[in-house]
């Protein structure tokens, strides 16, 4: 069973950064595919950005790829979601998933693990 603990989360202005971290414990993580989601209120969680379990390859949604970084340290078990240029829309909760997978996933169904999710919100 795997645990997931995001963090980093909190109130950012238009153009700034936050770095979100995702923690996994009770698991062998590199065997792991991690991805990011988010989700606002009345609307179903979206795919932000996902990762390898190797950190070679990620994949990201148009949205944000040319604004988010995702990344994996795999000797600290922790997954990291580097977000520049916040926009409003960026608000919502923030979540993280594992799967045991050698492939990138990009759908919630795919993902097994899931964080308690960490709020961001961008002000304009």
């Known amino acids: 069973q795997v645990q997931l603990v995001e963090s980093g989360g909190g109130l950012a202005t238009a153009g700034g950064s936050l770095r979100l971290s995702c923690a996994a414990s009770g698991g062998i993580f590199n065997t792991y595919a991690m991805g990011w989601f988010r989700q606002v209120p009345g609307k179903q969680r979206e795919f932000i950005a996902g990762?390898?379990?190797?950190?070679?390859?990620?994949r990201y949604a148009d949205g944000v790829k040319d604004r988010f970084t995702i990344s994996r340290d795999n000797a600290k078990n922790t997954m990291y979601l580097q977000m520049d240029g916040l926009k409003p829309e960026d608000t919502a909760v923030y979540y993280c998933?594992?799967?045991?997978?050698?492939?990138?996933?990009?759908?919630?169904?795919?993902?097994?693990?899931w964080g308690q999710g960490t709020q961001v919100t961008v002000s304009s």
């Open positions: 990762i390898s379990r190797s950190g070679t390859y990620t």
């Open positions: 998933a594992a799967k045991a997978s050698a492939a990138i996933l990009t759908t919630m169904e795919a993902y097994d693990y």
